[in-house]
DNA sequence: AACCAGGACACAA
DNA sequence: TTGTGTCATGGT
């Protein structure tokens, strides 16, 4: 079949597929149009679930279920959260707010394109990458041609000038080298998944372009680390707002206050912070 | 029309 | 260790 429903409360889609976390997915027609490895995907969000169609059978559904995440019990992540009044009004702002599990060469490419870079333009550099350089993909008659991403072989195959012409400006050297270094084998980006949170991100954070901020990305979007808590300028501004009103502690310090203070699923609080600030009214 | 965006990096002090 | 300039592009 090429149509599967998952029943699942508590799931925000537009939260979830909206919340930078990924960039490949457009709303049109009352639903979400995006790519997951190399199937064209539609989701709509229904009261009881989500409903997936794809535009070629599907036998085994799995691969869905997993980026979705919809068999984590989200309710227990909640509780876990902090029990202040910041992480209260936040919870409370973004219910149904989810974490993905994506592929992580896409996410790693995708987050060394984000860096100084607005959400929406992000998109769009990926949208001219994927076209550009990605395999064309079968999509449901009268919609929108869909592609790959590109393999990091693929991208290793480029000129600099090929990807600067996608509009990434100085993040061209960093994504074409990284791209490199993983097409000749210099780190199989699988074998982190077996690895401690540290160990991980000390890998990841050898890449060019890719500093702690982008790592953290990296490890709680691709892998699932939970303990990963990527920390941007709207993060630092939930801190600052939400937590140090009065005070105006360094950044340095922020960073020390958030590896202690979220709890076993900082990575989710995390997503809910950046979710919330980004999408609240003002101050 | 300035200001800023899911930063990283080299270099100065 | 912490601070500053630079990188490229375009949204708000």
Not at 6 to 15: E, I, N, T
Not at 22 to 33: I, S
Not at 34 to 60: F, H, K, N
Not at 143 to 149: D, E, G, Q, S, T
Request: overall charge positive.
């Amino acid at each position: 079949m090429n149509e599967t429903f998952f029943p699942v409360r508590d799931y925000d889609l537009s939260a979830t597929l909206s919340s930078g976390q990924a960039f490949r997915w457009r709303f049109a027609d009352a639903a979400w149009e995006g790519v997951i490895g190399e199937y064209w995907v539609q989701l709509s969000q229904r009261p009881d679930g989500i409903a997936a169609r794809t535009a070629i059978p599907v036998t085994d559904w799995n691969w869905l279920r997993h980026y979705l995440q919809v068999d984590v019990d989200l309710g227990a992540i909640l509780l876990s959260f902090p029990d202040d009044a910041p992480m209260r009004e936040a919870v409370l702002a973004c219910r149904g707010l989810r974490l993905l599990r994506q592929e992580p060469w896409e996410c790693l490419a995708s987050f060394i394109l984000s860096s100084t870079k607005q959400i929406v333009q992000i998109q769009q550099i990926i949208a001219l990458l994927c076209e550009r350089f990605g395999k064309p993909l079968i999509v449901s008659p009268g919609h929108a041609p869909a592609f790959a991403f590109p393999t990091a072989e693929r991208l290793a195959a480029c000129a600099e000038a090929d990807l600067r012409g996608c509009k990434m400006g100085f993040r061209a050297p960093n994504l074409l080298a990284t791209a490199k270094l993983l097409a000749a084998g210099e780190l199989n980006l699988e074998s982190l998944r077996t690895r401690t949170t540290a160990e991980a991100r000390a890998e990841l954070m050898d890449l060019p372009g890719v500093g702690r901020k982008i790592a953290d990305c990296v490890l709680l979007f691709a892998y699932g680390f939970q303990d990963a808590f990527p920390v941007d300028v709207w993060v630092l501004k939930a801190l600052k707002q939400l937590y140090f009103a009065k005070r105006r502690p360094a950044d340095r310090k922020l960073r020390e206050f958030a590896d202690t203070h979220f709890g076993s699923n900082a990575g989710y609080a995390q997503q809910y912070l950046f979710h919330y600030m980004r999408t609240k009214r003002n101050p």
